[in-house]
């Protein structure tokens, strides 16, 4: 993919916060986008299968809905996630329904990353990256395990598919079952972040976790997602939680 300036960057071995808005109306998207702006995050993430799960928008009212979040945005960056409901979306959505979707976000001109999965099947993914490829919004590339922490051989072998494929960010989640695992996912991302450019996202989820999304930064990645309205993965914290647990380590 080629080299393309986003209007808010997510920035390599730097912490920087999202909240995401998993808001099931348009009333209640707003209040929140204001709630969280008020918190003070670097970004907000607009979940946007909590969005009147099963009904589909027109291009035009979603961009016109993209447009009333980014009004209310003065300093944050936007992500637009269309989760499938194989990696947690909640509720099953076709990809033409998901596509036309996420096409219209990037061609809104307000959003600044894309979130989308690795497994996606791949005339899906070659058709979002060709409209990727013409525009400045970027592509966070996701990968999601809710059952197991992989290997350290296939945490690697997502990491270099993830790149492969064209991601400007690699985000990997998954499921420890021990510190063990932990320890396992913070190793495998410090060693591949010393070998790649681009900014890395990595989360063990649940309680064991909690250090991936309080110090991303000292565990090879960047971006931390905090819990708003609502928790959107298992283990997430508030901003406020986290900020006063970076206090607490001197991380700030």
């Known amino acids: 993919m080629k080299s393309k300036?986003?209007?808010?960057?997510?920035?390599?071995?730097?912490?920087?916060?999202?909240?995401?808005?998993?808001?099931?109306?348009?009333?209640?998207?707003l209040s929140d986008v204001e709630v969280g702006v008020a918190n003070g995050c670097d970004f907000l993430?607009?979940?946007?299968?909590?969005?009147?799960?099963?009904?589909?928008?027109?291009?035009?009212e979603e961009q016109e809905l993209l447009i009333e979040i980014k009004t209310r945005m003065p300093d944050q960056g936007l992500i637009y996630t269309y989760r499938s409901h194989l990696e947690g979306g909640v509720c099953e959505t076709s990809d033409e329904i998901r596509a036309a979707a996420v096409i219209a976000a990037i061609k809104s001109n307000r959003?600044?990353?894309?979130?989308?999965?690795?497994?996606?099947?791949?005339a899906f993914l070659k058709r979002i990256i060709s409209v990727l490829e013409v525009s400045d919004c970027q592509w966070l590339v996701s990968y999601h395990n809710f059952a197991k922490?992989?290997?350290?051989?296939?945490?690697?072998a997502v990491f270099r598919a993830m790149e492969a494929v064209g991601g400007d960010v690699l985000k990997l989640a998954v499921m420890p079952q021990s510190m063990d695992d932990v320890r396992h996912l913070i190793q495998a991302t410090l060693t591949y972040n010393e070998k790649s450019r681009k900014p890395m996202i990595a989360i063990?989820?649940?309680?064991?976790?909690?250090?991936?999304?309080?110090?991303?930064?000292?565990?090879?990645?960047?971006?931390?997602?905090?819990?708003g309205a609502g928790k959107t993965a298992p283990g997430q914290l508030s901003l406020e939680e986290i900020i006063d647990m970076r206090k607490r380590m001197a991380l700030i």
């Open 5 to 29: 300036k986003a209007f808010k960057l997510i920035k390599k071995n730097t912490f920087i916060s999202c909240i995401p808005l998993i808001s099931a109306n348009r009333d209640e998207l």
């Open 204 to 227: 063990a989820m649940g309680s064991l976790g909690a250090i991936t999304r309080i110090a991303p930064d000292l565990c090879g990645g960047s971006l931390t997602f905090a819990a």
């Open 149 to 156: 922490t992989p290997i350290t051989e296939e945490i690697n």
């Open 45 to 60: 993430e607009w979940r946007r299968d909590h969005f009147m799960p099963g009904e589909r928008l027109t291009a035009a």
């Open 111 to 122: 959003v600044d990353y894309v979130d989308m999965e690795l497994n996606s099947e791949p």
